[in-house]
């Protein structure tokens, strides 16, 4: 079966501060990846999808950016972080050609003060 | 106009209440249509996905789509209090998944 994890679950940096967050994908290949932010009490908001190795599609303008050095790892990064980045980072996986149905990882709390 | 709408809630009902959670779309090119199940602090589950118009059952969920209206709804019956979560709508097309605001479900013992 597949698993998607997700580190750290909670993070709280200063502003200012990089960012790095990593997420890999177990029991597939060749997965899309997605990053989400959601912000409390709204939906979600996708932020990067990749469609194989090195292949990152960004879908809003911001201050963060998205890799992808292997095929099951994503990974969301800034170089300096702002207060409204602030939020609960989602990543995602479906199989390649299903986007549709896209499962969850666990998440990870960013808290920038 | 929002892609996808849906009542944030909250909404409280007793266990063992049927729920009816609800949303809107405005995209008629929109496909497939997803329900997810989200717990305080954790990622989302899908729960249910459908294509057609018309009704689909699996347990005590059902999922219905109006493509008509442009609607579509999520029924749970003999509800429980594990039932308590946020349920998002999800609606994909043209490679794309919008997803609503999320309606916050407390079912009551």
């Known amino acids: 079966s597949q698993t998607i994890h997700q580190w750290p679950a909670t993070l709280v940096q200063p502003v200012g501060s990089p960012l790095s967050l990593e997420c890999t994908v177990e029991?597939?290949?060749?997965?899309?990846l997605y990053w989400y932010r959601q912000a409390a009490g709204r939906g979600l908001q996708l932020l990067f999808y990749?469609?194989?190795?090195?292949?990152i599609s960004s879908e809003v303008p911001q201050n963060l950016s998205a890799s992808r050095p292997q095929d099951r790892q994503f990974i969301l990064s800034s170089k300096k972080l702002l207060l409204s980045d602030s939020g609960f980072y989602l990543c995602a996986w479906s199989v390649s050609g299903g986007g549709w149905t896209q499962y969850f990882g666990p998440g990870t709390r960013l808290l920038v003060l | 106009q929002k892609e996808v709408e849906q009542d944030p809630g909250p909404l409280s009902v007793p266990e063992g209440a049927i729920v009816s959670l609800n949303c809107t779309y405005s995209n008629s090119a929109f496909q497939y249509f997803m329900w997810y199940r989200q717990y305080s602090r954790k990622g989302p589950e899908l729960l249910m996905y459908?294509?057609?118009?018309g009704n689909k059952e699996d347990g005590r969920f059902t999922a219905q789509v109006d493509k008509s209206s442009k609607y579509i709804s999520l029924f749970i019956r003999d509800s429980q209090p594990s039932d308590s979560a946020t349920y998002l709508c999800?609606?994909?097309?043209?490679?794309?998944?919008?997803f609503g605001q999320g309606t916050r479900l407390t079912i009551n013992p």
């Open positions: 999800a609606i994909y097309g043209a490679q794309k998944l919008v």
């Open positions: 459908t294509y057609s118009s």
């Open positions: 990749s469609v194989g190795i090195g292949q």
């Open positions: 029991g597939t290949s060749n997965p899309n």
